[in-house]
């Protein structure tokens, strides 16, 4: 596996290894995990060399979160990768991607409005941002991008389709299903900062979306069955809950209650130093 921190080394590498066949993305901040790596083996099905990138965005991150605590074990992550087989590794530092001078934002309406977004003020425009520089910096055939955080796969979604990005275009921008512990718990690289009590707690948060779908299928209003979900978040020693919402899945748009379009539940949850997140598709 080679491990490149600058653009020429990386557009050198990248043209060499398009020779063998197509290219997939798997863009990251590191700290990986098992579904980090099933990404990766999903990349490895689809395309001839697989390409992960390794960049804690600081764009993303908003006034008093977690920017310099997020864990950064480069050394493990780069032997994870070299296990599974990944061609390269794309690890630019911030002053790589954001030269002296950088002035540019992608901001990306409606699908980042809501949800995350409101909490979040420009977490998605350095989503976007970052994500739209490293589809110009890698020219993917393909990129993997977990369902954990639904309304991130949206919104890369739609700015592709907006920006005319073909490579990848959204038909190629896969979305791979969450990954969970045995508990239900979605894996997380911030599940790292749960005590032994919280961890055990966090595992009531799979559970409550579980039986408030449960309540949706069977007829209630998403009113009523999302406040009995925040109630036995709370219940359980979650500080707060940021949203819980039943969205379209497409849009994002806030669903009154189950129809016949696809959905999605999608929640926001706080437990110790931790913001959980976590969605479910939910049918009739």
Known sequence: MQTVNQIDPLRKAVT???Q???IALVPTMGALHEGHMTLVREAKKRAAHVVVS???NPRQFG???????YPRPMER???MLQAEGVSLLWAPDPRTMYPAGYATNIAVSGVSDGLCGASRPGHFDGVATVVCKLFHQVLPDLALFGEKDWQQLSVIRRMARDLDL???YAADIIGVPTVREADGLAMSSRNAYLTAEERAAAATLPRA???AIARLVAGSTAASALASLQAELREAGFASVDYAELCDADSLASLAKLGDEPARLLVAARI????LIDNMAAAK
């Not at 110790?272 to 913001?275: F, V």
């Open 54 to 56: 390794i960049f804690v």
């Open 77 to 79: 992550d780069q032997a």
């Open 209 to 211: 979306m579980q039986a």
């Open 166 to 168: 073909t490579r990848p």
């Open 272 to 275: 110790g130093k931790a913001r």
């Open 63 to 69: 006034a008093g979160e977690d920017l310099d605590a």
């Open 20 to 22: 063998d066949g197509k």
């Open 16 to 18: 060499a290894l398009r």
